[in-house]
């Protein structure tokens, strides 16, 4: 049986601070199972990891928030082209509803990147979920890039360790606007910022 969801769209500055502890409990709840560092930077009221995102696309259901997906405009450096993106990010489905389908729908953001004048839809993803992305591929036109080191500040500058980190992460491009073929070609990505 399928949940009900419905899906709504909503810039960061219209989240009162009771969404945002909802959501904090969804991202601890969510990514606590792939281990408690991964949840540990939802604490209290914090609904974002690293960088923040500028809009949300958040499902619920009867129990409260199903599905999330974060967006946020920025530029990339990649090579030596900056390349303005939409960066996909904080992308979850509730342990629960794993296995309905609920991610399939965040295809409902695609119609978003064209109002916001991006050309490409950019995330990264841990190479554990290669199959899903894939899956979620046959949907439309998805192309997963590996080999590609991306480099990100740290989300708060710490004594113990080194102001950036990179990746070695599958990269995820959604053409928007242009061809998958107008993508910069290069080994190497500087986020500019922390991942989203």
């Given at each position: 049986?399928?949940?009900?969801?419905?899906?709504?769209?909503?810039?960061?500055?219209?989240?009162?601070?009771?969404?945002?502890?909802?959501?904090a409990?969804?991202?601890?709840?969510?990514?606590?199972?792939t281990?408690?560092?991964?949840?540990?930077?939802?604490?209290?009221?914090?609904?974002w990891?690293g960088?923040r995102?500028?809009?949300?696309?958040?499902?619920?259901?009867?129990?409260?928030?199903?599905?999330?997906?974060?967006?946020?405009?920025?530029?990339?450096?990649?090579?030596?082209?900056?390349?303005?993106?939409?960066?996909l990010?904080?992308?979850?489905?509730?342990?629960?509803?794993?296995?309905?389908?609920?991610?399939?729908?965040?295809?409902?953001?695609?119609?978003?990147?064209?109002?916001?004048?991006?050309?490409?839809?950019?995330?990264?993803?841990?190479?554990?979920?290669?199959?899903?992305?894939?899956?979620?591929?046959r949907?439309?036109?998805?192309?997963?890039?590996?080999?590609?080191?991306?480099?990100?500040?740290l989300?708060?500058?710490?004594?113990?360790?080194?102001?950036?980190?990179?990746?070695?992460?599958?990269?995820?491009?959604?053409?928007?606007?242009?061809?998958?073929?107008?993508?910069?070609?290069?080994?190497?990505?500087?986020?500019?910022?922390?991942?989203?």
């Amino acid at each position: 049986m399928r949940s009900k969801v419905r899906w709504r769209l909503c810039w960061e500055n219209e989240l009162e601070l009771a969404e945002h502890i909802e959501l904090a409990d969804f991202f601890r709840m969510t990514y606590g199972p792939t281990g408690p560092f991964n949840a540990k930077p939802f604490e209290g009221s914090r609904s974002w990891a690293g960088a923040r995102p500028e809009l949300r696309l958040i499902a619920y259901d009867a129990n409260g928030v199903a599905a999330h997906l974060g967006l946020l405009r920025r530029f990339i450096k990649i090579g030596a082209i900056d390349q303005l993106v939409g960066e996909l990010g904080l992308y979850g489905v509730r342990p629960d509803l794993e296995g309905l389908g609920i991610g399939h729908s965040v295809h409902a953001m695609l119609p978003v990147f064209g109002e916001l004048a991006v050309p490409f839809a950019f995330g990264t993803v841990r190479p554990a979920l290669q199959k899903h992305i894939e899956r979620f591929g046959r949907y439309g036109p998805v192309t997963i890039l590996s080999g590609i080191r991306v480099s990100s500040t740290l989300p708060e500058a710490r004594l113990d360790k080194p102001p950036t980190r990179i990746d070695d992460a599958l990269v995820i491009v959604l053409p928007i606007g242009r061809s998958i073929s107008d993508w910069p070609a290069g080994t190497v990505i500087d986020r500019n910022g922390p991942e989203l």
